[in-house]
T-cell receptor
Framework: DGGITQSPKYLFRKEGQNVTLSCEQN?????MYWYRQDPGQGLRLIYY???????QKGDIAEGYSVSREKKESFPLTVTSAQKNPTAFYLC?????????????FGPGTRLTVL | AQKITQTQPGMFVQEKEAVTLDCTYD???????LFWYKQPSSGEMIFLIY??????QNATEGRYSLNFQKARKSANLVISASQLGDSAMYFC?????????????FGSGTRLQVQP
């Protein structure tokens, strides 16, 4: 089946630890995105990548890092510099063809800082 | 300035009735796309419908239609014949085309509850 997978579904982190959230897609999409969602709010863009080995900061990139070494994969690292990382993290991908293409989302990862 | 505004934090509708969820947007781009997503309690974002800024007709997808009024910068979602499974959060989003960044900007969402 074609789609986007995220792992783990739930993640617990101690303060001061870095953690990495996985995102994989087999849709052959060029662009991939990471969003953060806090309770009762909309999604905010963390990072996005339109091509392998290139990525751009979104609105709330501080305390996060990404890599795009393969077209299929776009892992997000939440570093200890992120002051309030407890949130729901959603990964998305799209064919990236102008304003008309649609982003498809993975099931998300819920991160809790203990 | 907020680019996507959803003014209804919560809405109730009776099963089998129609409901309209409001969305207004702000952009200086001529080319842009408007999207609606559904987020059930599981958390996954489900794509519902898309409207391009140059599309002359309102988009429709099954029970979903988009009431696009370009001059008023509104893109309201209409759900006809509501079902209990429609209870969820609904998000309006915009992607700016030529000059803007190539990612979605989301509104704060509307929680829809369908009552039997």
């Amino acid at each position: 089946d074609g789609g986007i997978t995220q792992s783990p579904k739930y993640l617990f982190r101690k303060e001061g630890q870095n953690v990495t959230l996985s995102c994989e897609q087999n849709l052959n999409h060029d662009a991939m995105y990471w969003y953060r969602q806090d309770p009762g709010q909309g999604l905010r863009l963390i990072y996005y990548s339109q091509i392998v080995n290139d990525f751009q900061k979104g609105d709330i990139a501080e305390g996060y890092s990404v890599s795009r070494e393969k077209k299929e994969s776009f892992p997000l690292t939440v570093t200890s510099a992120q002051k309030n990382p407890t949130a729901f993290y959603l990964c998305a991908s799209s064919p990236d063809r102008g304003s008309t293409d649609t982003q498809y989302f993975g099931p998300g990862t819920r991160l809790t800082v203990l | 300035a907020q680019k996507i505004t959803q003014t209804q934090p919560g809405m109730f509708v009776q099963e089998k009735e129609a409901v309209t969820l409001d969305c207004t947007y702000d952009t200086s781009d001529q080319s842009y796309g408007l999207f609606w997503y559904k987020q059930p309690s599981s958390g996954e974002m489900i794509f519902l419908i898309y409207q391009g800024s140059y599309d002359e007709q309102n988009a429709t997808e099954g029970r979903y239609s988009l009431n696009f009024q370009k001059a008023r910068k509104s893109a309201n979602l209409v759900i006809s014949a509501s079902q209990l499974g429609d209870s969820a959060m609904y998000f309006c989003a915009m992607r700016e085309g030529q000059t803007g960044r190539r990612a979605l900007t989301f509104g704060s969402g509307t929680r829809l509850q369908v009552q039997p």
